[in-house]
């Protein structure tokens, strides 16, 4: 059974959709369905396509649960199983303003904001978030590793500065949490929390992310000496501490705007991060520079898909 409403909806007129879709449950649900199953819903327990939609007896509309039921193993199933939905009381309609915003605000949404807009408590607000945050999370073995011209620094977030030192001091030697970027001039971003910047952790990294054949550019952190010989364009340097920022066509600029970004985001709309979450919010930053070339339709499109296939139980949120 085909889903042939909407079915082929523009992407243009996805934005234009989800103010109704933000007001209604049953256009929040068919609004799912559509983006997920693509329009030919699926058993979500042994993935048959012999499906079909259960009715409630007195109107012939929709059950109020929304359910669906498999011809080959009798079992039923609503959009939100096997996605960062299943298991959640929260109605659709909030999941899908809250996906709407997370994916077309460039610097996030906060959870506060979402409980006033939504008329829902703060931990419900915070774990939807964390959900979504979780859909914007790449899947292992999913992206491919970065090529080309890759920039590679790192940067601090949150934590107390040393005594003395004031708000914005550098941070090293500081209580911060490093955060390691490698970002494809002119393409992806690849940022990680990391334990430290050690030669062994960021050389780890960039090993498993970037292609043998790219080109790293970095500036003098000791840690990257000796990168160069495992790929094919080298390891270019600049000397930050002789005040060497662009050297040609060397520099590190793109990462440390990428963690200007990151940074506007924490202070301005989340204010304050823990160390325990800080990942969850990179992930969400990444997601949005990835699909930074893409309309507000596709990007909201391409978060909903992200949902399918992923869980994010509240145990393993508090881990």
């Not at 059950?63 to 498999?70: D, E, T, V």
């Not at 930050?240 to 440390?256: C, F, L």
């Not at 990151?262 to 204010?271: A, F, N, T, V």
Request: hydrophobic share 35%; with cysteine.
């Amino acid at each position: 059974m085909k889903i042939e409403r909407n079915a082929n909806l523009d992407k243009s007129d996805l934005v234009e959709e989800m103010p109704a879709v933000c007001a209604d449950e049953l256009a929040a649900v068919e609004f799912f369905e559509r983006q997920i199953w693509q329009g030919e819903p699926v058993c979500a327990h042994c993935h048959s396509k012999r499906v079909y939609q259960m009715k409630d007896a007195r109107t012939g509309g929709r059950n109020k649960a929304f359910l669906w039921r498999c011809h080959e193993c009798k079992k039923q199933f609503t959009v939100r199983i096997g996605t960062v939905f299943e298991e959640s009381r929260i109605p659709l309609r909030h999941w899908a303003y809250a996906t709407w915003r997370a994916a077309t605000s460039k610097k996030g949404v906060a959870a506060l904001e979402i409980q006033r807009h939504c008329q829902i408590s703060y931990p419900s607000a915070l774990f939807l978030m964390h959900r979504i945050r979780f859909a914007m999370t790449r899947k292992n073995g999913a992206s491919r590793k970065l090529t080309g011209i890759v920039e590679c620094d790192e940067t601090y977030v949150g934590g107390k500065p040393r005594p003395g030192t004031g708000y914005h001091a550098p941070g090293r030697g500081t209580d911060k949490t490093p955060v390691f970027g490698m970002v494809e001039r002119g393409g992806n971003i690849n940022r990680q929390v990391v334990a430290d910047v050690s030669g062994k952790t960021l050389k780890g990294a960039i090993r498993e992310c970037v292609d043998a054949g790219a080109t790293i550019m970095t500036d003098e952190w000791p840690s990257y000496r000796g990168i160069g010989r495992e790929f094919a364009g080298g390891h270019h340097v600049v000397n930050h501490g002789r005040k060497q920022y662009v050297d040609g066509n060397v520099y590190t600029n793109t990462a440390e705007s990428s963690f200007a970004l990151l940074k506007r985001g924490i202070m301005g709309i989340y204010h304050s991060v823990s160390r325990k979450h800080l990942h969850r919010y990179v992930n969400e930053f990444d997601f949005r520079w990835n699909a930074r070339r893409i309309c507000d339709g596709d990007r909201i499109t391409a978060l909903v898909q992200g949902a399918a296939g992923k869980r994010l139980t509240y145990k393993a949120q508090t881990q």
